[in-house]
């Protein structure tokens, strides 16, 4: 990691060195992202639209897979090439660019707008490394979600949303009856791994989740509660069919868009999807979250911008993290990508009673980081790894896999 650094570092002094400065050029910004999906594209273009309608020149450089764009992103910055911005999440992912030097921070821009006041206080925490702010949030993400087909739920029988894992489970046999897959499962290990610490959350409650990855406890509670998500976890396979390994989020979404399946296990940007396709929720499809949760985890998106030294990049910089902040812009981006708001004092009226409810539980404080916000990237992957292996494998025990699982902080 030093040594990729280190090579990070001269790529950013080389592009420093390089790239001449023109203070009378326009605002410009190549932004590298991973939001290709129909409804991701649709909520990039709402800020890109934005930028350009104030006179910025956007360039669009999205990569599918957040894990391909952030190599591509490494790769541009060992280049001594990188882009304007970067689409990122909030968090830990960020300290090592920033203790290396290789990102801008945006500390004036965030006290104008008075971000403080108007960012809830975790994610304003999430967004500032060393007392100043670098990232320019865009939206944040329950990861808490059920997703499921009306239709189907109507057909099975299912007539209430199950407010338990044994009601849950009685309801994917009813659908199981009527000949629809159960669940739309998306067999790809960051999919996976959402699953098990929706479940999680429901086994040991916000105190029990924080105390876990947060302050690395093993204690016999905590042991307990990983065991009770395994077994859970393990029961989900027997509803799943043969063809989700590597199943891409958004086709495992349009398998509920088109009833072949009932149920998705998914962030709330699924329902971005619904929308794209014109299904109206309460009347196509519902949102729940996942039985027994006593809140949401969550994630949130951000634009990073890496040190360039061209002018007309620095003007699209501040002009994007300005636009990315804009009360309406927050809105249309979200009814878009079916985020939440990050700004507190936007219009809730147009959020529909999922994004609603996501912010009501913000605002409660009952919510609970993503493991990609509070862990080292490598400590992240691992756990990834984990529940993909856990998953692969249902031989193994719940004991067996949460001795494993506990082996990721050690």
């Known amino acids: 990691m030093k040594n990729t650094m280190k090579l990070l570092m001269v790529g950013a002094a080389l592009a420093a060195a390089s790239a001449p400065a023109h203070a009378e050029d326009k605002a410009k910004a190549e932004v590298m992202t991973s939001w290709t999906s129909?409804?991701?594209?649709?909520?990039?273009?709402?800020?890109?639209?934005?930028?350009?309608?104030r006179g910025g020149v956007w360039k669009d450089s999205s990569i599918a897979g957040f894990g391909a764009a952030d190599a591509a992103f490494q790769n541009r910055l060992v280049a001594g090439d990188p882009p304007t911005a970067k689409q990122a999440v909030i968090g830990l992912a960020n300290a090592d660019f920033v203790s290396q030097g290789l990102l801008s921070q945006i500390d004036d821009l965030a006290k104008a707008g008075k971000w403080a006041d108007i960012l809830p206080k975790s994610i304003h925490d999430l967004i500032t490394y060393n007392g100043q702010v670098y990232?320019?949030?865009?939206?944040?993400?329950?990861?808490?979600?059920?997703?499921?087909?009306?239709?189907?739920f109507a057909k099975a029988g299912v007539n209430e949303e199950p407010k338990s894992w044994d009601e849950f489970f009685a309801a994917l046999d009813k659908l199981k009856a009527t000949g629809v897959q159960p669940v739309a499962w998306g067999g790809q290990s960051w999919q996976e791994a959402k699953v098990f610490n929706m479940i999680l959350l429901t086994q040991v409650g916000i105190?029990?989740?924080?105390?876990?990855?947060?302050?690395?406890?093993?204690?016999?509670?905590?042991?307990?509660?990983?065991?009770?998500?395994?077994?859970?976890?393990?029961?989900?396979?027997?509803?799943?069919?043969?063809?989700?390994?590597?199943?891409?989020?958004?086709?495992?979404?349009a398998m509920v868009i088109t009833g072949k399946a009932g149920v998705q296990f998914m962030g709330d940007w699924a329902k971005g999807e619904f929308v794209a396709a014109g299904k109206q929720l309460g009347k196509d499809y519902g949102c729940m979250l996942v039985p027994q949760s006593p809140g949401m985890v969550?994630?949130?998106?951000?634009?990073?911008?890496?040190?360039?030294?061209?002018?007309?990049?620095?003007k699209g910089q501040a002009l994007l993290a300005e636009v990315a902040m804009d009360p309406a812009v927050q809105v249309a981006f979200s009814l878009k990508k079916g985020s939440v708001p990050m700004r507190t004092d936007v219009d809730k009226s147009k959020l529909d009673m999922c994004a609603q409810k996501g912010l009501e539980l913000m605002g409660a404080g009952k919510i609970v980081p993503d493991q990609a916000l509070i862990l080292s990237p490598q400590q992240a992957g691992a756990l990834n790894d984990f529940v993909d292996e856990f998953w692969s494998n249902p031989s193994e025990d719940s004991a067996s896999g949460a001795e494993k699982f506990f082996g990721i902080f050690e």
Do not use: C, M
């Open 38 to 53: 129909g409804s991701e594209a649709a909520a990039l273009d709402v800020i890109k639209q934005e930028f350009e309608k």
């Open 207 to 253: 105190d029990g989740f924080l105390k876990i990855y947060a302050n690395k406890d093993k204690g016999d509670a905590s042991v307990e509660g990983v065991k009770k998500t395994l077994d859970i976890l393990g029961k989900l396979r027997g509803y799943v069919d043969e063809g989700a390994a590597g199943r891409n989020w958004n086709d495992a979404t």
């Open 298 to 314: 969550y994630v949130a998106d951000a634009f990073s911008f890496p040190k360039i030294a061209d002018a007309a990049s620095q």
């Open 135 to 152: 990232l320019s949030p865009t939206g944040a993400h329950g990861e808490s979600w059920a997703f499921y087909s009306k239709d189907a």
